[in-house]
């Protein structure tokens, strides 16, 4: 069988339904909900070209799950039942085009503007961002109220969430030691530094139903984090298999690890190695054409996570299955193809914000 007809395969997990493919729609940052976190017209049309385009997953840009931990301006918001209307629409409608739909859990920590968020707090006090460190109490609220918001996503009838535990937003704050300097029961060992996120897992796994699926992201560098620590959790995570997938983002699934000590093999393969039962693992970064999502596969992952490649064409997925050798557009491209893959102004924007992605309007 060709690596190709491999992506083609449908992928079942412990909970919930079976992905129709191998490919899943990383969570994207995209500006364009309304200033209250409920869901716009924008939004809506960009996640559902999306599932219509042939994602086996599709997945929300990150949203938060406390008013306080809005990381972007035009964030989703799950974290108040005015959410739930647009976020009913948004299942219901990602359902009818045949993907799997989840909703993915954020809370930005100190990574929250405080023009946004007005106090600004984390695992402990920053003096970079003014950020103060949170009572033991609030760490328990945070913690409820990622629960809570996956129950709102079941509610709204998401198949499953996504619990971002990466890229230095509240988790990855915690599971740091260098941004976690916590006395109490969630600082000080690995293993109080991850209780966090394990008593998210465990919550969300047990206030929701045995059809929902629950999934992880992580990332293993940058931001305070060190690979060793981050390899042990994602060895206990697999190993509990309370969750049903691991969405591991590794910036470049070609790279090798940046600590010294481990280079010589690829950063991914630290992870493809760890048995995992029945828990599917991802990889997210730099797949932008047919045979990179087919290498993924090949390396030892389940899916291939899908980021730039989905912004620059809606159907990635199945123009990958249609013709094996499928390659991304090559950059910059001109605002209307954009627009025409369903970007709107707001999302726009922020694209332009990234370097050689949007090509220069003649004067």
Same mark, same amino acid.
């Given at each position: 069988?060709?690596?190709?007809?491999?992506?083609?395969?449908?992928?079942?997990?412990?909970?919930?339904?079976?992905?129709?493919?191998?490919?899943?729609?990383?969570?994207?940052?995209?500006?364009?909900?309304?200033?209250?976190?409920?869901?716009? &017209?924008?939004?809506?049309?960009?996640?559902?070209?999306?599932?219509?385009?042939?994602?086996?997953?599709?997945?929300?840009?990150?949203?938060?799950?406390?008013?306080?931990?809005?990381?972007?301006?035009?964030?989703?918001?799950?974290?108040?039942?005015?959410?739930?209307?647009?976020?009913?629409?948004?299942?219901?409608?990602?359902?009818?085009?045949?993907?799997?739909?989840?909703?993915?859990?954020?809370?930005?920590?100190?990574?929250?503007?405080?023009?946004?968020?007005?106090?600004?707090?984390?695992?402990?006090?920053?003096?970079?961002?003014?950020?103060?460190?949170?009572?033991?109490?609030?760490?328990?609220?945070?913690?409820?109220?990622?629960?809570?918001?996956?129950?709102?996503?079941?509610?709204?009838?998401?198949?499953?969430?996504?619990?971002?535990?990466?890229?230095?937003?509240?988790?990855?704050?915690?599971?740091?030691?260098?941004?976690?300097?916590?006395? &109490?029961?969630?600082?000080?060992?690995?293993?109080?530094?991850?209780?966090?996120?394990?008593?998210?897992?465990?919550?969300?796994?047990?206030?929701?139903?045995?059809?929902?699926?629950?999934?992880?992201?992580?990332?293993?560098?940058?931001?305070?984090?060190?690979?060793?620590?981050?390899?042990?959790?994602?060895?206990?995570?697999?190993?509990?298999?309370?969750?049903?997938?691991?969405?591991?983002?590794?910036?470049?699934?070609?790279?090798?690890?940046?600590?010294?000590?481990?280079?010589?093999?690829?950063?991914?393969?630290?992870?493809?190695?760890?048995?995992?039962?029945?828990?599917?693992?991802?990889?997210?970064?730099?797949?932008?054409?047919?045979?990179?999502?087919?290498?993924?596969?090949?390396?030892?992952?389940?899916?291939?996570?899908?980021?730039?490649?989905?912004?620059?064409?809606?159907?990635?997925?199945?123009?990958?299955?249609?013709?094996?050798?499928?390659?991304?557009?090559?950059?910059?491209?001109?605002?209307?193809?954009?627009? &025409?893959?369903?970007?709107?102004?707001?999302?726009?924007?922020?694209?332009?914000?990234?370097?050689?992605?949007?090509?220069?309007?003649?004067?």
């Amino acid at each position: 069988m060709t690596k190709t007809n491999r992506l083609a395969e449908p992928l079942s997990l412990a909970h919930g339904p079976a992905w129709k493919n191998r490919f899943m729609l990383a969570p994207l940052t995209n500006l364009q909900s309304h200033e209250d976190g409920c869901l716009s &017209d924008d939004e809506f049309r960009w996640l559902t070209m999306r599932a219509e385009g042939g994602f086996g997953l599709t997945m929300t840009c990150a949203a938060h799950v406390q008013a306080g931990g809005q990381g972007f301006p035009g964030q989703l918001g799950i974290w108040d039942d005015r959410h739930l209307e647009g976020l009913t629409r948004l299942a219901a409608a990602i359902k009818t085009r045949g993907s799997v739909s989840s909703v993915q859990l954020h809370h930005a920590g100190i990574r929250s503007p405080k023009e946004l968020v007005g106090e600004v707090v984390g695992a402990s006090d920053d003096a970079d961002t003014g950020a103060r460190a949170m009572t033991t109490a609030e760490v328990e609220a945070a913690r409820d109220a990622f629960i809570a918001a996956a129950k709102r996503a079941e509610k709204a009838g998401f198949d499953g969430v996504e619990v971002h535990g990466a890229h230095g937003y509240l988790l990855a704050q915690f599971l740091s030691a260098e941004t976690n300097r916590r006395s &109490d029961a969630y600082g000080g060992s690995l293993e109080n530094r991850a209780r966090l996120t394990f008593e998210i897992v465990d919550g969300i796994r047990a206030a929701c139903g045995p059809d929902f699926q629950l999934g992880i992201r992580l990332s293993p560098e940058r931001f305070g984090l060190k690979l060793a620590e981050v390899i042990d959790v994602a060895s206990e995570l697999l190993g509990k298999a309370k969750i049903d997938f691991l969405d591991m983002s590794l910036w470049d699934v070609n790279k090798e690890p940046a600590e010294e000590e481990f280079q010589g093999k690829p950063l991914m393969e630290y992870f493809t190695s760890l048995p995992r039962g029945q828990v599917r693992l991802g990889a997210a970064g730099k797949i932008m054409s047919g045979a990179d999502a087919a290498a993924v596969i090949d390396a030892g992952c389940d899916f291939a996570v899908i980021g730039r490649a989905a912004i620059l064409r809606h159907d990635f997925p199945n123009r990958v299955l249609a013709d094996a050798a499928y390659r991304s557009p090559a950059l910059p491209v001109t605002e209307q193809h954009l627009r &025409d893959e369903g970007l709107g102004d707001a999302f726009l924007t922020y694209m332009r914000g990234w370097k050689g992605f949007v090509a220069e309007e003649a004067a």
